[in-house]
């Protein structure tokens, strides 16, 4: 499906002549341009070590935009190499000619959402995708039927009588990498530092993060007190537009970051930290999202200045609590969203390090996304659950009595793989595991 060559509007906006292409933000030829093709970003990539097809490969997908800006049709094919790529940002730490694939696959996103009409059967997933996930109410809901479908063992009785392998892929994964309901956690408005006061802090919580691991943005608040900030949690503060800002939908992502930078500037604090990997990443973005804004473009920039991830912010700040004694073996993964889109390795690691008795260990094929990225395990099933099944092989191949990351996606994807493949581990967040240092709090059971 294409549009048509009749139509010089697409949405309102004039296509651009002789490309795919509207005049709005199309992918930028000269970042298209830096591409030489030279292979390095080949063995980092996650869809490319699975299919081995150069279309499925960053430099692959880099032709085909610039097949568009030339011309070609927004054919289903192109459509779909795109769709499949996880964007996890591994090629751009590898790319020696410092290819800006982030930007390129962001703006051929946005085109093709405004310009490719997707089957049906899409169009309805994606609907009720961008519906639910971005809005913690409606998980709210979700979550007291998931808790009833549990009680009532209702998630055994589709097993036992074969209806479980009918089931539509997607619905299939959302169901088995939902984590385990445990008992949500409300934060107050405001956290009060311990001891002298360092400084004030806003949280985001997030959406999944907020519904499905309020313990995580409890540690979180419980670690940045110890450590002397004030944590302040805004009430009005909603979805970062992280989903919505790396599936397409740009008018939806910058109505979600307006209302964001609103209810934190509000409040007047020196930091807004996140916790979740692919939001602080979105949010870095929002300078570039809202470029064209005349009424928050300075105000995106002010913003960009203070946020920064947990383990980003500790490293700063200079942790001076007292941490206990854990003898722990402890595997860290790199959420995509941090480590190559935001390029903080070494901070997580130093934190975790700091702890007396933990020894951390690498998995082997570190770099290589769990196959979770945002709602890719949603709208890529298959690919998502051979990249999780790879992941949890490299992890138990460490043998450590916990691992570590800082995603609520891939605590939930890499839980559900090591869980099938009947290795499972404790999974936690890098606050979780400072929480349990810092105050004793029992670190989570294995998912199983």
């Known amino acids: 499906m294409t549009t048509t060559e009749s139509d010089p509007t697409t949405h309102g906006r004039t ?7 509207d005049e709005h933000r199309p992918p930028p030829q000269e970042l298209v341009d830096d591409c030489v093709h030279c292979g390095f970003c080949l063995p980092t990539c996650p869809t490319y070590d ?29 459509v779909t190499h795109i769709d499949r790529c996880l964007g996890c940002m ?9 290819v800006q694939y982030d930007k390129i696959v962001t703006a051929t996103r946005a085109q093709i959402e405004r310009l490719h009409k997707r089957p049906l059967h899409e169009r309805m997933l994606r609907g009720l995708i961008f519906s639910l996930f971005p809005y913690p109410g409606r998980m709210r809901v979700m979550r007291r039927m998931l808790r009833a479908y549990r009680t009532l063992r209702l998630d055994r009785f589709v097993r036992t009588v074969g209806l479980y392998p009918r089931l539509p892929g997607p619905l299939r994964a959302m169901e088995s990498i939902a984590p385990p309901l445990n008992e949500s956690v409300r934060l107050p408005i405001r956290t009060p530092a311990e001891g002298e006061r ?5 949280l985001l919580t997030g959406c999944v993060q907020d519904v499905f691991f309020s313990d995580v943005n409890a540690a979180t608040a419980r670690v940045l007190a110890a450590e002397g900030c004030d944590v302040i949690v805004p009430q009005q503060q909603g979805c970062c537009g992280a989903l919505s800002l790396h599936n397409g939908r740009e008018q939806e ?3 979600f970051a307006r209302a964001v930078i609103d209810a ?3 409040e007047n604090v020196d930091v ?20 064209d804004d005349p009424d928050y473009a300075d105000r995106a920039k002010a913003f960009d200045a203070k946020v920064r991830d947990l383990a980003e912010y500790l490293v700063e700040l200079v942790p001076v609590a007292d941490r206990r004694e854990l003898p722990l073996r402890v595997a860290y993964h790199d959420a995509c969203h941090l480590a190559h889109a935001q390029g903080i390795r070494s901070q997580p690691r130093r934190l975790l390090q700091g702890v007396p008795g933990v020894t951390v260990v690498e998995p082997p094929d570190a770099a290589l996304c769990c196959g979770s990225a945002g709602v890719y395990n949603l709208l890529q099933p298959e690919a998502a659950e051979e990249l999780g099944a790879r992941k949890a092989e490299a992890v138990a191949s460490v043998h450590a009595d916990v691992l570590v990351t800082a995603n609520p996606g891939c605590l939930m994807q890499i839980g559900k793989a090591l869980a099938a493949r ?11 595991l400072l929480d349990t240092a810092l105050n004793g709090t029992p670190l989570p059971r294995a998912q199983r």
């Open 422 to 432: 009947g290795t499972p581990l404790p999974m936690v967040h890098t606050a979780q």
């Open 198 to 202: 360092r400084a004030v802090v806003g």
């Open 272 to 291: 807004v930290v996140v916790n979740a990997a692919g939001c602080g990443s979105a949010m870095k973005e929002y300078v570039d999202l809202l470029a």
């Open 253 to 255: 992502a910058q109505r």
């Open 50 to 78: 699975l299919w081995a097809h150069e279309s499925d490969s960053p430099r692959g997908r880099i032709d085909l935009i610039n097949s568009g800006l030339h011309g070609a049709p927004l054919t289903d094919s192109l």
């Open 15 to 21: 296509q651009l002549p002789g490309s795919a292409f």
């Open 90 to 98: 591994a090629c751009v730490t590898a790319c020696p000619s410092g």
């Open 264 to 266: 934190f500037d509000a």
